[in-house]
């Protein structure tokens, strides 16, 4: 089970929106919540580089805002850019500016350790300096994270926070599995969120993609989730299920629908041998579109899937198609790359 979770914060509602969103993945499982923000020297203007490039009007972490109280909460005042020009620092030396940057960010992340901890979780924080994405993938290994816990994509194209594309970047080279959390519906700390209820494990024959279900078999016994188990035949046209007419592509012949069942029901068995009422599935059609699909007529779904798989019987290569589910899918996205192991799994 998940131990520590790693969450990046940047000081943007989303960010905080996925930090409360967490906590409902965090509690039943007692897993500890550390909370990470990484100080870029690059997105600081220093006294040789005054602008800010380009305007928006997200709240951010800057130096103009180091250890500014707010009116009646005591949190740090994120000053939005005003359209009349970027906030004017007083002069500093390029150290003062990023020192000061680090005392505005470990303020915060104070701040927000201490209104977790008051709902009951246990909490710690942690200001890096460096790039985003490195530094993220360090500082889970550094601190022994089996978990990091992201937003999808940032407010803005060109918001400066540490969200989005880094996610991307993150998911991709980290040896720990990432938590891809939708900011859609967590624009705040919302500590009554709850813990999933439907967990989605799609599988595609391969050993790969089946390696995520003990770690999706646990969560659903901790958060007292039932389980779906699917799978999706791809590239095949025809009119029903297998047993009707189909038309094979370059492909081969389609798997026979009880031979996706018998696969499928493996599973089923286990996660019912293990107290967790489970289903299989097997679809046909585009892989992403119908585990978006089938996710999304659910309330409160997970899906847990494998960055890569190896095309297995049901012939389709589950890490493309689990870039295209973080991306498009309303719902968190636990990706857990191969071959990940932890002790008591």
Known sequence: MFRKILVPMDGSNISEGIAGWTTSFARPI???MILLAVVDPGKIPMPDRPSFGTRTEESRLHPAAAATPGPQTGVLTLEPFADSGPPQLAPATGTQLVDSAVASADSYLVHQA???TANGLKVATRVVIGQPARQIIDQATALDADLIAMATHRESPVARGI???VTDRVMHLSTVPVLAVHPKGHAALDLGATPPRVIFVPLDGSELSA???PIAIDLARAFGARMEFLSVVWRYYGVGWPEKEWSPTERGAP???DEIFRYLDKFVGDANSHGVTAHARALFGSPASRIIEESGAVEGALIVMSTRGA???ARWALGSVADKVVRSSGHPV?????YT???DW
């Open 30 to 32: 007692g897993a500890e």
């Open 114 to 116: 201490h209104r977790l």
């Open 163 to 165: 969200l989005g594309s």
């Open 211 to 213: 390696s995520v279900t």
């Open 255 to 257: 798997p026979a629908r």
């Open 311 to 313: 095309s297995g019987f």
């Open 334 to 338: 636990l990706v857990v790359p191969p």
């Open 341 to 343: 192991t932890r002790p």
